[in-house]
């Protein structure tokens, strides 16, 4: 189906967090895969369906053994399902074992992006050299979660210029790239100024919208408690969110293969 590519510039603004209200959200079945390359949080964060720790020996790191020398390995395999239901690829615990994956990255992305299920990927910090680049490449989107402050999207621009080239940002057969900002949902002008900075810079980068920064409303919404926070700013937040990723996509697609 869909794979989709989460991540940030510089520090924790709330990739995490934004992966999993939307991955509550998503209208389809849907894949929270934590692919962190400086180690991932899901084992810490979550609890198996018998209520025991999630493990660290099934995900990530088996998916990568298994297609270790191009070998075929199904994905199903190596996901674990949480106690709300959510079906999820366990992170990397260290970086060294980022390292360990080496030349399984290719194949990795190739099993998330051929899957029949969406997936959303949460890419940790992102930057040139990355060793998640080669699920980035094979994304259908590639959306950047940044503060709203100006310090960090002056940072998150910078990266963004040193991905341009590489990612080929802009090209009808480059990877779509947009920004969402965690904040407050009621503040436009940060979507706007966001729009503005990018563009000024020459960069051809979607602003998308903010998303409330709420960890504890995304708890309660991955415990399927969702009707009674359906008013809340988090839940219209990533609604509005999840259709702007999906028509961003759809008209990439529509622009690609009209350019064929």
Do not use: N
Not at 82 to 109: C, F, K, N, R
């Amino acid at each position: 189906m869909t794979l989709i590519s989460f991540a940030s510039a510089k520090g924790s603004p709330g990739v995490t967090q934004t992966v999993a209200g939307l991955a509550a959200l998503w209208p389809r079945d849907v894949i929270m895969a934590d692919l962190d390359p400086i180690g991932g949080d899901t084992s810490v964060r979550y609890r198996a369906q018998d209520g025991k720790p999630l493990s660290l020996e099934r995900g990530l790191v088996s998916l990568g053994a298994a297609l270790r020398g191009g070998k075929p390995a199904e994905l199903e395999d190596h996901l674990q399902t949480t106690e709300d239901g959510m079906s999820t690829l366990v992170g990397v615990s260290s970086p060294g074992q980022v390292q360990g994956l080496g030349t399984t990255w290719p194949h990795i992305a190739a099993a998330l992006q051929t899957h029949p299920v969406d997936v959303l990927a949460d890419c940790g910090r992102f930057a040139p050299g990355s060793p998640v680049t080669p699920v980035i490449e094979r994304s259908a989107a590639l959306v950047f979660v940044a503060r709203s402050d100006m310090a960090a999207l002056a940072h998150l621009r910078e990266r963004l210029l040193a991905l341009q080239e590489p990612l080929r940002i802009g090209a009808i057969d480059g990877v779509p790239v947009a920004v969402v900002l965690v904040g407050d949902p009621r503040d436009s002008r940060s979507v706007d100024d966001t729009a503005r900075l990018l563009a000024a810079a020459g960069l051809r980068v979607q602003s998308l919208g903010v998303v409330s920064y709420d960890p504890k409303t995304v708890q309660e919404l991955q415990s399927g408690s969702r009707r009674s926070l359906r008013r809340s700013l988090l839940v219209r937040s990533l609604t509005d969110i999840t259709g702007r990723i999906q028509s961003m996509i759809a008209s990439h697609d529509r622009d690609y293969q009209e350019a064929r």
